[in-house]
Each structure stands twice: as structure tokens, then as C-alpha cells.
């Protein structure tokens, strides 16, 4: 479950594990901040950002959480595994319970993300979500 307010941008390699921790997201991202709309923070690749950023429930343990009544975490899971098109459910969660849900539907061919109208730090998870899947998928495939 990422934070809401983190939005991903790149995929970064996690050499210290011999086998990783499952990534709410799939694998580690690096992003920016959402958290105030006024000051967009650039991540860099640091234990906070890895914490906080990328695993969500970050209320108590990061200084930039808006607080209240915001959401502390999304997550993401493909319910359907076609060639050509992915479904995907995401859930936005407060408390450890579910205050948003909705699907998109991810055309593989041309990578287009069709469904629920979420917002734009939404869509860069889900295809951040939808990379790491595919990239999974690949080397499965060819194990």
C-alpha cells in the first residue's frame, strides 16, 4: 500500500536484499511528494522515502502527511490476466479500512488505462502498479 501522495516516477534497483520485500507497488520507486499541492517535494532514494513513500501509513512517521481526515494508503491488484488487457481494483484506504474503490481496465498493446476517474497521483501509481506486474510477468514467462 503506497502513501497517497506519492507519485512514482522511477524504478529503482534494491541490491541489499537477497530476496526482496513484496512491494505495495510491485518493486521500489522513487517519486515526488503530493502531500501539499504548494510544495512538491522530489524524492531522492532514501530510507524515508522507501518507508513511508513507497509502503504508506505514513501518518505518524512523516512530517509532510497532511493529517486528518486523508487517506493513509492505496492499493492495487490485478483481478483479471489477459494478453492483451489487464483489470486492475484499487482501494484507497483511512484507518485500515476501505473509503475508495474502483477499476481500471490497462490495454497492453497500446498502454492505454481506462476506468474510474481518480486523480493524476493515482494514475502514476497504477502505472507504476501496472510496470512492475508486466515486468514480472515477462520473466515469468521465460523462467
Known amino acids: 500500500m503506497a502513501c497517497p501522495f506519492f507519485a512514482p516516477s522511477r524504478r ?26 504548494s510544495d512538491l517535494t522530489e524524492g531522492r532514494h532514501d530510507d524515508h522515502q522507501e518507508e513511508c513513500c513507497n509502503f504508506g501509513y505514513a501518518r505518524t512517521r512523516c512530517d509532510r502527511f497532511p493529517g486528518g481526515s486523508a487517506p493513509d494508503a492505496v492499493r ?13 481494483v484499487y482501494v484507497v484506504e483511512k484507518d485500515h479500512a476501505p473509503v475508495e474503490h474502483g477499476t481500471l481496465e490497462y490495454s497492453v498493446a497500446d498502454a492505454r488505462l481506462d476506468g474510474s476517474v481518480i486523480s493524476d497521483v493515482l494514475v502514476q501509481q497504477a502505472r507504476a502498479f501496472l510496470e512492475s506486474y508486466l515486468r514480472q510477468r515477462t520473466l515469468s514467462a521465460h523462467a
Open 12 to 37: 529503482l534497483e534494491n541490491t541489499d536484499w537477497v530476496l526482496p520485500p513484496r512491494y505495495p507497488l510491485g518493486d521500489l520507486f522513487s517519486g515526488t511528494c503530493h502531500a501539499s499541492a
Open 76 to 88: 492495487f491488484s490485478v483481478t483479471d490476466d489477459m494478453p492483451n488487457r489487464l483489470l486492475v
